[in-house]
């Protein structure tokens, strides 16, 4: 299996009109795939997808997301493949999956001077700090679940030991450096989903350990905190008929233990929402998908449509529209509106 990336997209400032466009090609996906009756094994580039969850993945953390130009709502579109050793055997109804990755890949952010650059880096930048990464050499990372599947319900349970995808700030302020740090972390999950006529009741649930915070505390020479957090995410698809799909999901965040001077809010929650049309003759695809933040508040908006021209090319055209406080996620990109083109080819 291969597959390329052809990707253009334009972006246009609410306020001060066309400011920007990305244009690149890329190898997407190379990989090669060995299949049993009872085991499946993949060796390359590849994606890798855990959960139902559309964008806040509690057990689907330990492999990197584009954040370079801006934020999907589609977690699976944001997934970025990695070099990997997958493996899965079943013995029905239960699996054993395994996920090996010889080196720690992290999320990419924007450059700076970029408009997608994190408000808290741009700050940095224009304080005259040079930021830096701090990438772990020789770091694997490997993930680990077992299933159990039938035709109306799914339950499993799962460990990854990893690093943290979203960076530590690391302060040196002697030298006016920030380090973007990674730290060890493991990751212990479950979840469960019951399956009827096309719809779908699930949740998804994860302890996380050692999730860095900035920190105010005046002891802490590098200003990061690390501190345990539970997440959880509950949700329902339905489908209204062959051709349409809605789907609702809470999420939320919470810091465990110590919460005390920290930058970050201790608990943090969204609703997201989405619907999915496909058009008679399956080539045509429409779709609107939003997400919002309570406190801060903020939302994303994306309406989309797709077209399949032949089946190994796929043309997609998107808008995204932001809004909310600066100090939420969304927010801080609110005149970053933006509409773009995607062209995916599989080979």
């Known amino acids: 299996m291969v597959s390329a990336d052809a990707h253009t997209a334009r972006a246009e400032n609410r306020d001060w009109g066309f400011w920007s466009e990305d244009e690149r090609l ?18 390359g580039k590849q994606p890798v997808r855990w959960g139902r969850a559309e964008d806040i993945g509690p057990i689907d953390n330990f492999t ?60 940095l930048d224009e304080a005259g ?10 770091a694997s990372v490997w993930a680990q679940r077992v299933r159990h599947r039938t035709d109306d319900f799914e339950a499993g349970v799962s ?31 479950a979840d469960v989903a019951l399956l009827e006529n096309g719809s779908a009741l699930f949740a998804e649930g994860a302890y996380t350990t050692r999730e860095p915070f900035e920190t105010n505390d005046p002891g802490s020479t590098d200003r990061v905190a690390l501190r345990d957090i539970l997440s959880l995410v509950v949700g329902f698809d339905h489908a209204l008929d ?15 233990n110590d919460r005390s001077q920290l930058v970050a809010n201790a608990f943090e929650h969204a609703v997201l929402g989405q ?18 933040w309570f406190d801060p508040h903020g939302y994303i908006l994306s309406p989309e449509i797709a077209f399949r021209l032949h089946e190994r090319i796929r043309i997609r055209a998107m808008l995204d529209l932001y809004g909310g ?23």
């Open 64 to 123: 990197p997301e584009n954040r370079r130009e801006y934020l999907r709502f589609n977690r699976a579109a944001r997934k970025i493949p990695v070099w990997a050793l997958q493996g899965v055997y079943t013995a029905a109804p239960f699996s054993y999956e395994a996920i090996v990755q010889p080196s720690f890949e992290p999320s990419p952010l924007a450059p700076s001077g970029s408009n997608w650059r994190p408000r808290r880096l741009v700050a």
């Open 159 to 189: 460990h990854a030991y990893h690093y943290n995808q979203t960076p530590a700030l690391r302060m040196r302020p002697a030298q006016s450096e920030v380090l973007l740090d990674y730290r060890r972390q493991h990751t212990f999950g």
């Open 275 to 292: 619907i999915r049309r496909t058009v008679p003759g399956e080539k045509l695809e429409l779709g609107v998908s939003g997400r919002y």
């Open 242 to 256: 062959d051709a349409t799909r809605v789907g609702v999901q809470w999420a939320m965040r919470n810091i465990v």
């Open 325 to 347: 406080s600066r100090d939420s996620e969304p927010g801080q990109f609110r005149d970053n509106d933006q509409w773009g083109l995607e062209l995916t080819v599989v080979f």
């Open 26 to 43: 890329e190898l997407w996906e190379a990989y090669v795939r060995l299949r049993r009756d009872d085991w499946d094994m993949r060796f």
């Open 129 to 138: 700090w040079t930021v830096r990464e701090d990438k772990p050499s020789d």
